[in-house]
Nanobody, 118 residues
Framework: VQLQASGGGLVQPGGFLRLSCAASGSIFSIGYMGWYRQAPGKQRESVATITSGGNINYADSVKGRFTISRDNAKNMVFLHMNSLKPEDTAVYSC?????????????WGQGTQVTVSS
């Protein structure tokens, strides 16, 4: 099983980006999917998660600005980021709890850099 994230880049404050993450491989079922981020010198933090049933949680710092969604048919999760701030600068990684060959495990994508700067 692999998670492949894309969509990061450099954007000005107030701008927007959309991150995508696709899960591939021998996948039987997917539980929750989400996005974490880690800024230089800081601990990794949860940004947003979405369960298979559609329950969503956001970090307080991104509520009202970020939207997480998933496409179960394509095994994908998305993060729409609006009104970006310099403090959103970080490496964003997707994560997913996946059943593969009879076993459930947590899988991480490789991370994509988001830089918010003028």
């Amino acid at each position: 099983v692999q998670l492949q994230a894309s969509g990061g880049g450099l954007v000005q404050p107030g701008g927007f980006l959309r991150l995508s993450c696709a899960a591939s491989g021998s996948i039987f079922s997917i539980g929750y999917m989400g996005w974490y981020r880690q800024a230089p010198g800081k601990q990794r933090e949860s940004v947003a998660t979405i369960t298979s049933g559609g329950n969503i949680n956001y970090a307080d710092s991104v509520k009202g600005r970020f939207t997480i969604s998933r496409d179960n048919a394509k095994n994908m999760v998305f993060l729409h980021m609006n009104s970006l701030k310099p403090e959103d600068t970080a490496v964003y990684s997707c994560v997913s709890y996946i059943e593969s060959r009879g076993n459930w495990a947590l899988y991480w994508g490789q991370g994509t850099q988001v830089t918010v700067s003028s």
